[in-house]
């Protein structure tokens, strides 16, 4: 509207400039009187001279002031097209500035000074801040211990308690697992992924805050001290779908998807209320980034699917043979790979396929923990998802989102699946 205002201006600026011309004419006096009296004619052109003086100041006057006024719109145009629109660009919806003002009450808690992640709101914790947390990263406060560095309980100012990982990244490996923990799990949201609340740098160390989970490892719970004492069949079947559901996530609801690579009982970790949570995305793909069949070959003994450890094939289909793995050492009590001499290893897989397709061996090789305390039929039904995860061939194994469905309806409504206690209770009875 302000733009269409300038041609009317000019062209009332030409009407003014205009109209004196068209009034001094028409002043003018007949030519016959001008020429028979001089003395009126002498008078006359007095007196058109003063009225042309008048004319020209008036004229001046508003064409002053007609320019100063398009002078004014003009410049307030220009402001406006370059400032007055700013405002709607940056209304504009933004959805990582939406998940960074989600994630403020949480991150609130620490002292940021600059942020990092690809997505840029994952806080940097000042080095003293972890320092003095760990005190001085004290060996009674270790939690575990990985393959580059130790993971420490640590409280925070605000008498917060987490779990800080200390990697010594003096190899460029060690860096690279470093960045791509951070930068997916700067990404993530998910109740059964372990979240991270920042990171740290100092000299060639880094450091990685995490959520603390209080019941620690799925390995320590099963073969540490209490030899799985804990944990009930209900339990553990609870924490089998949690990471399940996890592992759905990550392989069919992200985009793009991502392998685990490395998913065992250490990496699963529990809760105070015992809920499950994946952890430790170093050596995590995200599918499409690269070329799998080029990725250094990598993992844990007796989790690493086969035709990865053989022929470097990496697919979904590889989280699943170790989701097997998981399965069966939560039905068994027994580790992935058991040291049966000096030279000779066996492991969980070889051991049990021959006795848990055989429903009368497989109730003598569960775990004597919760042996005699399951439904007979959901122990079948769990021993027959885990041999499918566990098959040599990777097309012969289920999607995640199957095995998931399969445990649902095997895991408490208050656990979080759909089982009602008093109808297990009741068919026991009956059977």
Known sequence: MKTNLLPFLLLLLLLLLHDPISVYAAAGPPASMAASSPGIQVENEEHHMDLHRKMVIALAVVSTA???VIFGFLCFWIYSRKHLSKPNRKSVPNPDAEKGVALAPFLS???SVKMVGKKGYLPMIDYKQIEKATNNFQESNILGQGGFGCVY?????????????????ETQIAGREFENEVNLLSEIRHPNIISILGCSENEDKRFIVYELMKNGSLEAQLHGPSRGAALTWHMRMKIALDTARGLEYLHEHRKPAVIHRDL?????LLDENFNAKLSDFGLAIVDGSQSKSNIKLSGTLGYVA?????????TDKSDVYAFGVVLLELLLGRKPVEKLSP??????VTWAMPQLTDRSKLPNIVDPVIKD???LKHLYQVAAVAVLCVQPEPSYRPLITDVLHSLV??????LGGTLRLSNVAHHSVMS
């Open 343 to 348: 030279c000779h290893c066996q492991s969980i």
């Open 66 to 68: 007609l320019v100063v």
């Open 373 to 375: 305390a399951m439904d």
């Open 264 to 268: 065992k009982s250490s990496n699963i």
């Open 409 to 414: 309806p095997l895991v408490p409504v208050d």
């Open 153 to 169: 309980q640590a409280r925070l100012d605000d008498n917060l308690d987490v779990a800080v990982k200390k990697l010594h990244c």
């Open 109 to 111: 808690k620490f002292s």
């Open 306 to 314: 086969p035709e990865y450890l053989l022929d470097g094939k990496l």
